[in-house]
T-cell receptor, first 119, second 106 residues
Framework: GAVVSQHPSWVICKSGTSVKIECRSL??????MFWYRQFPKQSLMLMAT?????????EQGVEKDKFLINHASLTLSTLTVTSAHPEDSSFYIC???????????????FGPGTRLTVL | SQQGEEDPQALSIQEGENATMNCSYK?????LQWYRQNSGRGLVHLIL?????REKHSGRLRVTLDTSKKSSSLLITASRAADTASYFC??????FGKGTMLLVSP
């Protein structure tokens, strides 16, 4: 099956710094990529959706200026947590698909996740 | 929003037993997918069932879909300790429920 990687796997940073997380599709071109956040023992919460060549669409309550998403190419999306604070500590998961999002389409391929801890 | 709600929230069984998890959703879907997540790890796609399908098999997995009841079930037969994980269902949109945490004891 398709493979999605994330880098780094985990990161610890000081409050106020910015952290960049990369999401790559390794063997397919990802037209659409998604970013999720998951708190311990909670479900995945969709943060934003980005289609290659257009700006990301953020879910309600997600600050676009704090969580910068760049779908730089068909194989790479980055999430930058700007001026991170302890409450941003979470497990961030990306997913990708090889076609533009539509309800009729099928599987998302998930990355392994990045654990962010802000001290 | 279209949110999958899994039931039960947690399930503990012995190896070799079958595990059944249920999922309900609120609005119409084109397909429904089941994923598993090991603790602190990413999600792994298990199976997709389309709205015009009633049952689908994949190895030890059996998924049913009842669109009239807006519900789906995932059956894992002959469970193994390695099946211990959280299981999520998600419809055509991208909203996940809290999942069912399955613990399979040796």
């Amino acid at each position: 099956g398709a493979v999605v990687s994330q880098h780094p796997s985990w990161v610890i940073c000081k409050s106020g710094t910015s952290v960049k997380i990369e999401c790559r599709s390794l063997d397919f071109q990802a037209t659409t990529m998604f970013w999720y956040r998951q708190f311990p023992k909670q479900s995945l919460m969709l943060m934003a959706t980005s289609n290659e060549g257009s700006k990301a669409t953020y879910e309600q309550g997600v600050e676009k200026d704090k969580f910068l998403i760049n779908h730089a190419s068909l194989t790479l999306s980055t999430l930058t947590v700007t001026s991170a604070h302890p409450e941003d500590s979470s497990f961030y998961i990306c997913s990708a698909r090889d076609r533009p999002w539509s309800p009729e389409s099928g599987t998302q391929y998930f990355g392994p996740g990045t654990r962010l801890t802000v001290l | 929003s279209q949110q999958g709600e899994e039931d039960p929230q947690a399930l503990s069984i012995q190896e070799g037993e079958n595990a059944t998890m249920n999922c309900s959703y609120k609005t119409s879907i084109n397909n429904l997918q089941w994923y598993r997540q090991n603790s602190g790890r990413g999600l792994v796609h298990l199976i997709l069932i389309r709205s015009n399908e009633r049952e689908k098999h994949s190895g030890r997995l059996r998924v049913t879909l009842d669109t009239s009841k807006k519900s789906s079930s995932l059956l894992i037969t002959a469970s193994r300790a390695a099946d211990t994980a959280s299981y999520f269902c998600v419809g055509s949109t991208l909203t996940f429920g809290k999942g069912t945490m399955l613990l399979v004891s040796p």
